[in-house]
Every structure is written in structure tokens, then in C-alpha cells.
Nanobody
């Protein structure tokens, strides 16, 4: 059974940092690109970042470039999103996902996804 389970969300002040984690199981993670996307209330789903299996190909949305860093540990079957210099507009539910093969930029097309974790940036 495929599972992606996010953790690490919460409430943080503007300028703060959070690290999201996503534990994967039930599929061969090395065959998949990993994706983080988010959705804020009343807004469209937005691709945030994508990384290939080897981390040799990474992509970021312009809105997070220079502030967020995607990474993965294929041995631990875990993916991460380090978020620094957080802004109120980063507030959303963040989801991890897996896409067979390569990234397609940050387009949130995927085969598996998690249940999401809430990130709220507010003073």
C-alpha cells in the first residue's frame, strides 16, 4: 500500500523557518521524482518544488526560489522541504507527492500524494 505521510507543519512568525518531512512507503522511491505543492484557501493548487531521483534536476517556483530547499534521502525513503524566510503568503496546506520518472518543472502532476500538513505564517 502506497503511503506518503507529511509532518513538520505548524505556526511560525514571518521570517521564520520550518522543515517539512514526508515519509514514503509502498513504492520504489528511486524511480520517482518528488514534488511539493501547496494549496491555500480559495486558491489553485501551486507547485512549489520538484527533484529528480538523483537530485541532479531540481526546480522551484519563482515565489519560493532562494528561500526553500528540496531534498531527499532515498535510503530513508524520506523527502524534505526546508523553508526559510517564511512570508504570510506562504500560508497553505503543503503536500508531498511522487511522480514516476522525471520532473515536469514544478507542475503538480503526480501519481501519489500525501494528506497534507498545514503551514501558517503569522505574527
Amino acid at each position: 500500500q502506497v503511503q506518503l505521510v507529511e509532518s513538520g507543519g505548524g505556526l511560525v512568525q514571518p521570517g521564520g523557518s520550518l522543515r517539512l518531512s514526508c515519509a514514503a512507503s509502498g513504492f520504489t522511491m528511486t524511480e520517482y521524482a518528488i514534488i511539493w505543492f501547496r494549496q491555500a484557501p480559495g486558491k489553485e493548487r501551486e507547485g512549489v518544488s520538484c527533484a529528480s531521483s538523483s537530485m541532479g534536476d531540481t526546480h522551484y517556483a519563482d515565489s519560493v526560489k532562494g528561500r526553500f530547499t528540496i531534498s531527499r534521502d532515498n535510503y530513508k525513503k524520506t523527502m524534505y522541504l526546508q523553508m526559510n524566510s517564511l512570508k504570510p503568503e506562504d500560508t497553505a496546506v503543503y503536500y508531498c507527492a511522487a511522480r514516476y520518472g522525471r520532473c515536469n518543472g514544478v507542475v503538480p502532476n503526480y501519481d501519489y500524494w500525501g494528506q497534507g500538513t498545514q503551514v501558517t505564517v503569522s505574527s
